[in-house]
């Protein structure tokens, strides 16, 4: 695939996520959160059905890419859900974005470590100014503190603010894990059998939640446009962000595609201010401007660079 398509898939993965980010806010209002889940890989696996086919070229799952399979929806799906839901209500807004703009840092990490993958300076500059921008945006916004006035309920909060930034560092650990095992997939299976097959997991890890949430929930109490804003969320999120990932994945080194992410922050804010009404201040557009540099560094052409080395073989 041409290398030019391929940054397009990463860029565009990531800009959905940030545009349904910031768009579920009434999901979450109208619908608890593991019901949420579930509707989502329930409505997400119907879509998908055509997917689950294994095509006629590619060889019979091993083991190790079964497993593999397992941990990407494991780990990306349903423990980064936890990690993050749960860890951003315990701390800061503030404390959750400076942690979560790790998550490019994280990703070259992991592809060095894990996959053998050689970073070049330029990619490590990418990266530093995704992790500086994001951090700073975060830094820049305003924290709204509720009165507590309840002194245990204080001491609570203040005791619970560790665990929920540990939350968060196992959240950006899941990310770089599904970028660094998302990458190990695309050798051996197509982008949509991986989207599948990783949606059927995430299904079947959450029906006992979601059941469980279900059972005496009134439907009734949804409106229409919520349902199709459900509708939405589930087909982004489960079928074409993915789908876009590990396309764009297949052909591009890891380390140069956790530098996307920075498009999450990026486009969940300019929904914000064109859709919801939000406003940015020159602090966020000039750390903005910086992430987004990083998005630029990483996509330009390096002349006398290798191809990145191929994902090692399973053991």
Request: charged residues 10%.
């Amino acid at each position: 695939m041409n290398r030019i398509v391929a940054y397009a898939c990463l860029a565009l993965s990531m800009s959905l996520v940030g545009s349904y980010v910031a768009l579920s806010k009434p999901l979450v209002a109208a619908l608890p959160v593991f019901l949420l889940a579930w509707l989502r890989f329930g409505i997400g696996g119907l879509a998908m059905l055509h997917w689950f086919k294994k095509p006629a070229d590619e060889p019979p799952m091993n083991g190790h890419t079964q497993g593999l399979v397992f941990l990407e929806s494991f780990l990306g799906n349903f423990l980064f859900s936890i990690c993050m839901l749960f860890g951003v209500s315990m701390t800061s807004a503030v404390a959750a974005g400076v942690i979560m703009a790790a998550i490019p840092a994280a990703v070259a990490l992991m592809s060095w470590l894990f996959l053998r993958e050689r970073i070049s300076l330029r990619v490590w500059g990418a990266v530093a100014c995704a992790v500086l921008g994001i951090g700073l945006v975060s830094l820049s916004k305003s924290e709204l503190h509720a009165p507590i006035n309840n002194g245990l309920s204080a001491d609570l909060a203040s005791k619970n603010a560790w665990l929920g930034n540990l939350l968060l560092v196992g959240a950006v650990l899941c990310e770089a894990a599904y970028a660094v095992i998302g990458k190990k997939l695309t050798v051996v299976l197509s982008p949509k059998r991986i989207t599948a097959l990783i949606n059927l997991w995430g299904f079947a890890l959450v029906t006992p939640f979601g059941l469980w949430m279900a059972w005496g929930f009134d439907f009734a109490k949804v409106t229409t446009s919520s349902w199709l804003l459900l509708l939405f969320y589930s087909l982004a999120a489960s079928v074409c962000t993915v789908w876009l990932w590990m396309t764009g994945l297949k052909t591009i080194a890891a380390n140069q595609a956790g530098v996307f992410t920075v498009l999450l922050p990026v486009s969940a804010a300019a929904v914000g201010v064109l859709v919801l009404g939000e406003t940015l201040n020159a602090t966020q557009i000039g750390a903005f401007a910086i992430a987004l540099t990083g998005v630029v560094l990483a996509t330009l052409p390096q002349p006398g660079l290798e191809k990145p080395a191929r994902p090692g073989s399973p053991h």
